[in-house]
């Protein structure tokens, strides 16, 4: 039988919401009930049903992370749109393994931590608002660059890309910080993208059109 493992600590509400969507549903909230107490109906339903998918899409569901020694978990929820090697990129020194995962505005768009290790630096690159399933988008769009070295001195880097609507990146890490793998560590509003660089002799587990789940699902292996 698989083992799992609870990196962070459980949620105490049957619907968990990262605290990031606060606001949105407060805004959403307030407006709803101020046209809702005028009589105006026409704008009182769509306010409603604008604050329940705010509430949706900052949802934040407690996971549980196979405990697999070389396992590189997904940092997103999404669908792998892109599997390939490249010999050099911005992000590494040399040839690696790049694979990228789409969420759409229907996806959790908490990101966990795909591997044990150490954050020893983190970029942000300001950018523009292309959809972030385009291939331009890894290098024109805003985007948070994460480099972590694990145990064994592997490098991997987790890069968190805004997408066409998104305008806000938050990271909730540190330079220096110890992390484990499947651990929250930041979201994207409103549709984006991940891409993960993984060592060049690294074993990818994973192939364009896989659906993926965020400090579930494996994607490659560590060798």
């Known amino acids: 039988m698989d083992k799992f493992s609870r990196t962070d600590p459980p949620s105490q509400t049957a619907f968990p919401i990262d605290r990031a969507g606060i606001p949105f549903i407060g805004i959403a909230a307030f407006a709803t009930a101020v046209f809702a107490l005028l009589g105006i109906a026409v704008l009182a339903l769509p306010g409603l049903l604008t604050t329940l998918f705010i509430c949706y899409f900052f949802r934040d569901p407690d996971r549980v992370t196979p405990v697999l020694e070389d396992g590189v978990v997904s940092p997103a929820d999404g669908k792998v749109i892109k599997v390939e090697r490249l010999e050099k990129t911005r992000f590494t020194e040399g040839p690696c393994q790049k694979i990228s995962i789409f969420m759409s505005i229907f996806n959790v768009h908490v990101n966990r931590i795909p591997f044990d290790g150490q954050i020893m630096k983190i970029e942000y690159y300001p950018g523009k608002f292309f959809s972030a399933n385009l291939d331009k988008a890894s290098r024109l769009n805003e985007h948070n660059a994460v480099y972590l070295e694990t145990g064994n001195g592997q490098t991997l880097c987790f890069v968190q890309i805004a997408g066409l ?32 660089y993984l060592p060049v002799d690294a074993q990818v587990t994973v192939a364009v059109g896989d659906v993926v789940s965020a400090g579930t699902s494996l994607i490659g292996k560590l060798t």
Request: aromatic share 6%; proline share 0%.
């Open 165 to 196: 609507v998104a305008r806000r990146i938050i990271c909730r890490i540190q330079e220096g910080e110890a992390v484990v793998r499947g651990q929250r560590f930041g979201l994207i509003c409103f549709g984006s993208r991940l891409d993960v």
